[in-house]
């Protein structure tokens, strides 16, 4: 027999700590006596539908997934303390929320959780998604989508063909090949029994929820199907092997731990934006500009025979663990082009448009053919928009002017393409040395003690 619980453990024991905050201050303020206050069962069903809401979840299945709703409603992940102090919602602006994730109370780790989209682009598609079928502004948006033609093929295909997500908005749609989306279904992690390629373990809410996320943002797909489960622990040096994901750890694929989603949001790894480290002393700063570099040269030459390309960058997009790893913390903007199979370009894409292909905004953009990205264009964003800032006025001459002169051509999109490669590896050559070794890089260390490559 479980032991009876007081009036504000019965209201937490469900709840979460800051949701339960949200209700006027319900768990911490004292009732006057003329008001008799809510039973405890009231306010457990109060913060459970508080959080329902806020995660999304009334949104379902048009949204990411549940796999780690359980761990938000037993607790078993809590936001940080100066959310907690709220009373009232967390700002609607916040694309993310950092938190700490336990599997048994005792051991907590840093996590983050992220929005799919912000909650004003979440309302916008919903609205387009209610209009498309002329229906009231509080439709039941999987109802409409439902009926869709596209999901309707959704429903009778036995594999995720190249057709079936033609038209979609994502830079990773553009042109995909049979292998990609082979991969995309095997490691899925939404659904039991992943491991096929054929969706037959597939039920009908499955299908929807990895169409919508497919068509809103494909950024929990590719953590789903290229991190490296040795990296929950958050206590290694760098990649192990023995990864399940598509694209293997052991392979240096950066991509954070994917932990679950529950509504619109996902859990994922925690890391620190790499703007916060514009200020960083010389060594770091060129132990994070060496890193990026090898990070946009495993996106474009791999044993795989991928070759990932972003249409824009920011330094948001990348993160550092607390072992000083970096790696893509937004996977949002990364297209893929199949070099062993071939990529099947969107020829007739416009054909294909329909309510999904259109849920956020920018989704109107022009993206270039396939056919013509060129291998330098990672470095040309990267060296031009993320590592100037990074490595300015960091280092005594002539070193600084051997710096800047190799960003200077690695920034530039007119020249060949081996010419930036070129300028990219000396700039590599330049920065090595500068890097240091000890216990602030754990991710190296004690590695680069005994071993130059580290």
């Known amino acids: 027999m479980e032991p009876r619980l007081g009036p504000k453990a019965a209201a937490l024991h469900l709840g979460w700590p800051f949701l339960l905050l949200w209700v006027s201050g319900l768990s911490y303020s004292v009732s006057s006596p003329a008001s008799p206050s809510p039973s405890p069962v009231s306010r457990v069903r109060t913060s459970y539908n508080l959080g329902k809401t806020f995660l999304g979840l009334d949104k379902c299945n048009a949204c990411i997934g549940t796999s780690i709703c359980k761990k938000f409603f037993k607790e078993e992940i809590r936001f940080d303390n100066g959310l907690a102090l709220h009373l009232g919602p967390p700002p609607d602006d916040l694309p993310s929320y950092s938190a700490n994730y336990s599997d048994d109370f005792k051991t907590w780790r840093p996590v983050e959780i992220s929005r799919l989209v912000s909650k004003q682009q979440n309302k916008i598609s919903d609205g387009r998604i209610c209009a498309s079928a002329a229906a009231p502004k509080t439709c039941s948006i999987e109802r409409v989508l439902r009926k869709t033609g596209r999901f309707q093929k959704w429903l009778q295909a036995k594999r995720l063909t190249p057709d079936l997500v033609r038209g979609l908005s994502s830079p990773l749609l553009r042109c995909p090949s049979q ?132 249409t824009h960058v920011d330094a948001d997009m990348f993160g550092i663990f607390n072992n000083g790893h970096l790696f893509i913390r937004d996977a949002s903007a990364l297209g893929v082009i199949d070099r062993q199979e071939g990529s099947q370009a969107a020829s007739g894409a416009g054909d294909n448009k329909d309510i999904f292909s259109c849920l956020v905004s920018g989704c109107q953009t022009k993206l270039p053919s396939c056919d013509t990205i060129p291998e330098k264009q990672n470095l040309v964003l990267v060296c031009s928009q993320v590592l100037p800032l990074l490595l300015q006025a960091k280092f005594p001459s002539p070193v600084q002017e051997e710096i800047d002169a190799e960003l200077t051509r690695c920034a530039d999109g007119t020249r060949p393409d081996p010419e930036v490669l070129g300028a990219a590896s000396r700039l590599k050559d330049i920065l090595r040395p500068l890097r240091t070794c000890d216990p602030r890089f754990a991710y190296r260390y004690p590695d680069c003690k005994y071993d130059d490559k580290f």
């Open 179 to 310: 292998r990609l989306l082979d991969r995309v279904v095997r490691r899925y992690a939404e659904v039991a029994d992943a491991g096929s390629i054929f969706m037959d373990h597939f039920t009908d809410r499955d299908k929807l929820r990895l169409l919508y996320t497919l068509a809103v943002n494909t950024h929990p797909v590719l953590l789903q199907v290229c991190s490296d489960p040795a990296l929950e622990s958050l206590s290694g040096r760098g990649f192990t092997s023995g990864s399940e994901g598509i694209f293997p750890g052991a392979e240096g694929w950066p991509l954070p731990k994917y932990l679950g989603s529950c509504g619109r949001f996902l859990v994922s790894t925690s890391t620190s934006p790499l703007q916060e480290f514009y200020g960083a002393p010389p060594d770091q700063a060129a132990d994070l500009a060496y890193q990026l570099l090898g990070v946009l040269e495993s996106l474009r030459s791999n044993d795989l025979n991928y070759f990932f390309y972003f």
